[in-house]
Structures are given as C-alpha cells and as structure tokens.
C-alpha cells in the first residue's frame, strides 16, 4: 500500500480546481467555443430607412440587426441611411463594390494598386470610422463567380488578393477600428475549375468574419432547381469550417416559391442555421428583385417565417442595446 501525503493532495485538489475554473471561464466567454444565438439581418431596400426597420419588426415581431446596404466605387452610405439604421439600433452592413453599377463596368484596378483611388478609399474609411459604433464591410464580394468585373478569374489571384489588401491597409492606417471585415464567398465556384474561393482569401489578418452567399432559384431559370438550404450552404459552410477558421455569416439568402414550398423551405433553413453553430448571424434578401425573394404581406412563408424568429436563438437589437 502507498502512503499518501495530505499536503500533496491538498495541493493537487487546488492546481485542479483552478485548471476547471479556467476552462469553464474559457469556454463560456470564448465565442468560438460556444454560442447560443444568431444575429438576424435583411436587405430591405437600396436606401433603407427608419420605416423599412420598423415594418420589418411589426411584420416578424424583431428588429434586423444587420440591415445591409450596396454602395458602387466613388459613392458613400447616404448620412440619411446612416442616421436611421443607429437610430433603431440596427448595425450598417456595407456592400462594397468596386464598379460602376449603373452601367456595371469595372474600375481600374491597376490604378487602385497603384494609389488612384486612395483619398476616396481614405474618405470612406472615415465616414465609417465617424460612425462610432460597429459596422460591417464587405469589399469585392462573390469574387469567386465570373460576373463581377473584379472576379477574381478576370484580374487573376494574386491582383484580388493585393486590391483587397490595399483597401484594408488604408483603414488601418487611418486607425479605423470599428469595421469588421466580411471575406464574402458565393456558395459555389463558377466555373469550379481552377477557381476554388479558398485561392482568394487575403489572409487571417485580414478577415473577421466569411461571408456565404446563396439561393434558391427554384424552377424560375432555364439552369436552375429547387434545392433545400443546407443543400446550397452545407458543403461550403464545411470547408470554411476547416479551411479557414473565422466565424460565418450568411451574407446572402433567399428562397423563390417557383418550383417548391417557400414557407417548408426557410423553416428549414432557420433549423439548419441552428445547427451551424458557427453561424453568427444572416443577411435574408427580402426584397422581389429578379423573383419573389422577399417574405412579404399576408403571404403564408411570411407567417412562417415570424413564427421561426420567435425562437430566442435568434436574436434582434434589444438584446444588445
């Protein structure tokens, strides 16, 4: 038989009882390690205002966190839209996007590399910086698609991941500490060969959050299916989860009601988020653009849609005011 030393284990119960403290302390204040929620978020209009938040509570019973907008090269976020979104204490959720939208013609690049655009990009910086209060910045997003004149298979990797760099340095320069920058993705690679979106990532540094956008397109395209919400997100939602490491948003998502059930279509896809813990928050794109994205009026996937934000898991700008 061993003799044991009562001062010994005293001392070992203590290292113990500390060493559990710690990992308790770290696990529930270590996001990574454990969440409980998701923050909501929508695209309500292209310039959205007090009363396009409010609408949104009254018809779903919460408020959008994030309310996104999209702002085109040498433009800024209107200080009217500014002013509304912190005045209903939503978040900015800023599209960047290096183009000319009206008429959707690149900028030039070559130029932003070499210092053309710095006191716009400068500029922008401040406005945002002046906001004093959180805001969330997606710059070239999608890049991994061949629509966009800034794909990243047009300027090539290595010129998308130097523009990218270039932009954020500038912020950082100018000590602009309250933007979190989104690395937005599609939930594919068009085309997939020799364009995977892991090519274009600028670098943890660089990055606060990945972004991934999808939809469902249903039967409204000559190329298009009806395809389920963890069907278009799981896979990519699985290689950022190994690949990358960052935290995720949907920054991009809808359903149309061509082809399929819309309603039975966002239940489940607020079931599936649940189970993405690494989901922070989504962007729902509630407006008909090219079909019926948004969840509107009297509609049944409407109703549906409030009953599943009742759940506490997601939540709106009263828990964090």
């Not at 061993?2 to 284990?9: E, F, R």
């Not at 540094?205 to 990945?210: E, H, I, R, T």
């Not at 190329?223 to 919400?229: D, L, N, R, V």
């Not at 690949?243 to 489940?268: A, C, M, Q």
Request: charged residues 25%; aromatic residues 16%.
């Amino acid at each position: 038989m061993i003799a044991l030393n009562p001062g010994k284990m005293k001392n070992s119960f203590s290292i113990a009882l500390v060493g559990l403290v710690i990992l308790l302390a770290a696990t529930l204040f270590n996001p990574k390690s454990s969440k409980a929620h998701c923050l909501t978020g929508a695209f309500l209009a292209d310039a959205p205002s007090a009363k396009d938040i409010n609408n949104f509570r009254n018809e779903f019973g919460k408020s959008p966190y994030l309310v996104m907008v999209f702002v085109d090269w040498d433009n800024y976020v209107p200080d009217n839209v500014v002013s509304d979104v912190y005045s209903q204490g939503s978040v900015l959720f800023i599209t960047w996007e290096p183009w000319k939208a009206a008429d959707r013609s690149g900028i030039d690049y070559d130029s932003l590399l070499n210092g053309g655009y710095d006191k716009y990009i400068s500029d922008f910086s401040l406005q945002l910086k002046a906001v004093g209060k959180p805001v969330f910045l997606r710059f070239g997003h999608e890049m991994n698609g061949d629509w966009y004149p800034w794909s990243a298979l047009k300027l090539g990797k290595e010129k998308y991941i130097s523009i990218y760099r270039h932009v954020k340095d500038i912020f950082g320069r100018n000590n602009v500490n309250n933007v979190k920058w989104v690395f937005s993705v599609n939930w594919e690679d068009v085309p997939k060969d020799k364009n995977s979106f892991i090519c274009y990532y600028p670098g943890d540094a660089y990055v606060d959050y990945v972004g991934i956008d999808g939809y469902n397109w249903g039967t409204n395209k000559p190329w298009s299916k009806w395809m389920g919400f963890y069907e278009i997100f799981g896979k990519r939602y699985a290689e950022i989860q190994n690949d990358i490491h960052k935290p995720v948003l949907i920054t991009e998502f809808s359903s149309t009601s061509e082809g399929g059930n819309k309603g039975e279509w966002i239940r489940k896809a607020l079931q599936s988020i649940k189970k993405m813990p690494n989901v922070q928050g989504f962007i729902l794109f509630n407006v008909n653009k090219e079909t019926d994205w948004g969840f509107l009026g009297t509609d049944e996937s409407a109703k549906i849609l409030k009953k599943q934000l009742k759940d506490p898991y997601f939540i709106d700008r009263r828990l964090h005011d």
